[in-house]
C-alpha cells in the first residue's frame, strides 16, 4: 500500500475505528515470468497467465481451474530465476500483517472463504471488532453495513480497467461506488482512498464524486461511438477442440459464413 493509504489506516486504527481494503485479484503472484527470456507461464488450455496461490503453493488458472506445481526452472531457457510478480489478496494479507503488527487481519475471498458459514463467522468477528482489517475481494463490496467502518481502501483500482472487455469501464466505476458505500455509514462518519495509475479515467475521477449521470453519458457516447451495447448486438461464440489447427479452420470458416 501506499504512504498515504498506510497514515490513513493507523490514523482510523489509533481512533478506534475499522479498514476495509479492497484489491479485486486474488492469490499471491499474478503471474510467473522469466526475466532472462520473457516467458510467462500460462494455462494450457486457456492460454491465459497463471497466478501463484502460497498457500496451496501452486499455479492455478482463475479462468477454468487448470492447476500446475510452481516454476523451478524456466522451460523456454533453463534460467531458474523466475520471478513472481504482481499483487493478489493473499500477497497484500502478508503485507498489511507485517506492517500492523498488533492487529488482526482477515482476508476474504473464494479461496479463503470455502468451508461452509467462513462468510458469517468473518463478518460477525468483523462487526463485533474483533477484526481490525478486512480485506479482500468484490465481495466485500456489495451490501455489508458496518458502522464502525471509518476507512474503505482501495489498493489498485486499474485492475479492472486492462480487461479487454467493454465493460470494464462500468464495473469498475460500479465496484469503486459500491465499495465507497462500505464507509461513512455510522455517526463518525468515514474516509475513502483511491489508489490508481491513471486519476483521470471517467471510471474513477466521476466514482471519486459520486457523480453516475455524467460517467453515464461518457460511457454511452463511447458505446454508440464503437457500436456497443445498447446500441447494437454482440453475440459471444465459443468454438472448442482438441485439435488447436481444427478449431482455426473452423472458426475462419464460420466467420466467412457471417
Known sequence: VSDGLDYAMREALKDGGQVMLLLNR?????????????FVEGCK????ALTYHKQRDVMLCHYCGFEKEPLQTCPTCGQSAVRYQGL???KLQA???DRFKGYVVERMDSDSM?????????LSAFR??????????QMIAKGLDFPNVTLVGVVNADIGLNVPDFRSAERTFQLLSQVAGRTGRGPRGGKVLIQTYTPDHPSICLAAKHD????ALTELATRQAHHYPPFQRLARVIIRSRDQQAASDFGDRMAGAF
Open 26 to 38: 486474488r492469490g499471491f503472484s499474478t503471474h510467473i515470468h522469466c526475466p532472462a527470456c520473457g
Open 45 to 48: 488450455f486457456c492460454d491465459l
Open 88 to 90: 493478489g489478496t493473499e
Open 95 to 97: 503485507e498489511i500483517e
Open 114 to 122: 470455502r468451508r461452509p458459514g467462513s462468510h458469517g463467522k468473518v
Open 128 to 137: 463485533r471488532g474483533q477484526i481490525h482489517i478486512l480485506l479482500g475481494t
Open 212 to 215: 453516475y449521470a455524467k460517467f
